[in-house]
């Protein structure tokens, strides 16, 4: 999974902490660091041929920031979830929800939950893979 900081946000404690957590949970995570672009992201994410996109987002803009990410992504033709988490409002997370997120982790969520609720993610897609490559036969 590809684990990334879009905008002009320096502040990146959070990502490399949830990007640690994850590789200890035994994922390869890729971490591109801070003030990336929306297309940056998405050609990190195409290049990597990663399952799943999480964006830290802790300065604000996180509504068009994901929108963006989502848009780049269609252009390339991936389609992965992306996740997102950081200084999030709650009221905001069905906005982002709507917008493309597969799933919103505000600061208030405890770090425990994310792993396992990625790794649940995850395997459901995979089941829906599974489940639409079986549908071929």
Known sequence: MLIAKPGL?????GARLVASILRDAGH??????????PAQIARAARDEDVDLVGLSVL???????????????????VDIPVVIG???????????????AAAVYPSST???????????LLESRQGEATRDSHALY
């Open 9 to 13: 946000d320096g502040h990146d404690r």
């Open 28 to 37: 390869e995570v890729i971490y591109t660091g801070i003030r990336n672009t």
């Open 59 to 77: 300065a604000g803009g996180h509504l068009g920031l994901l929108e963006r990410v989502v848009h780049e992504l269609e252009l390339l033709g």
């Open 86 to 100: 950081g200084v999030i409002p709650n009221s905001d997370v069905a906005l982002l929800v709507e917008r493309g």
């Open 110 to 120: 405890p770090i425990a939950m994310i792993v396992p609720a990625i790794q649940n």
